[in-house]
């Protein structure tokens, strides 16, 4: 096997530790992987990786040869692209991700407007409500709300949103509107469980900080079906900003207990790119930041 596969077995094998994974993804046999690091470490003289029945770790030495292959392969890889002009002409398929409603409500508009721009591009929208991997998931794009942990990936602040408390005016002609986080407790509550592990919504009053323990009337794993409840008058709900916005505005929806918000939660458009994005990229990262940044729903404004 010439140097560069087995570089690239290499790179495989540590980004997923595991032999049987990056043999798929590269198509062929665990063994042959196998071989192919063997050979790898014969050559340089050192071990890579750790291995046992169950765990495949790097070395320390592995550790550094694997963030200097990455940069060699980026490099190796941008060069092809610039030969085959694909930093200069938006081309080929890009892959976005975002939370189903955010997708739904704010990306799809971009991306319209964006396929309408660049006849050459197909895009792949995959919506959904949990945090993605853009490495190990192939993906090029992400919208990400909330504060970033992973410090690798590239990122634009385009706005922030915040955690409204809303209900419907039919639902609170029949009951009083909360002014304060405990009055809660004697409502109607509509709790969407797709980001909230427990039972409970904080608030902030100044500097403190106070915990409210519920007792839902309805729990909905989805949050267009807490929207849809709450639009209905089933019952107070706590969503983004961004997913009831359009609701408050036409007044089918009340926020309440603005004075006890949170502080609000960024909103950035990552990718992995590197020094050079390539143009599909660069362009709808481009188009995607200009269209954000003055979406009204993306933004820290209390209505």
Known sequence: MDKLQTIKVFIEVAKHQSFSIAAEN?????????????ELEGRLRTKLFNRTTRLVRLTETGARFFKDTQRILEDLDDAESIAK??????????????PV????????????????????????????????SLLEEELDIAIRIGHLKDSSLYAKKVGTVRRIICGSPSYFKKSDLPKK????????????????????????NGDKKELIKLNP??????????????????????????????????????AVLTGYEEEPLPVHVVHVEGRRANAKVRSFIDLAVERFRTNPFINTEVK
Not at 26 to 38: Q, V
Not at 194 to 203: A, P, S
Not at 224 to 242: C, F, H, N, V
């Open 85 to 98: 002009g694909v930093y200069s002409t938006p081309s080929g398929i890009l892959t976005i991700t975002a």
């Open 101 to 132: 409603l955010f997708g739904q409500q704010h990306v799809m508009p971009v991306v319209n407007e964006y396929l309408s721009l660049h006849s050459e591009v197909s895009v792949k929208a995959m919506f959904y409500d949990r945090v993605t």
């Open 181 to 204: 986080p405990t009055d809660l407790l004697d409502h109607n509550l509509i709790f969407p469980t797709t980001f909230e592990n427990t039972l409970t919504w904080q608030f902030q």
């Open 26 to 38: 590269l198509g062929m046999s665990a063994p042959a992987a196998s071989r192919a690091i063997a």
């Open 217 to 254: 009337r309805l729990m909905c794993n989805q949050n267009a079906a807490a929207l849809k409840a709450a639009i209905e008058g089933r019952g107070i709900t706590r969503l983004m900003s961004y997913q009831v916005g359009e609701e408050l505005e036409k007044g089918t929806l009340i």
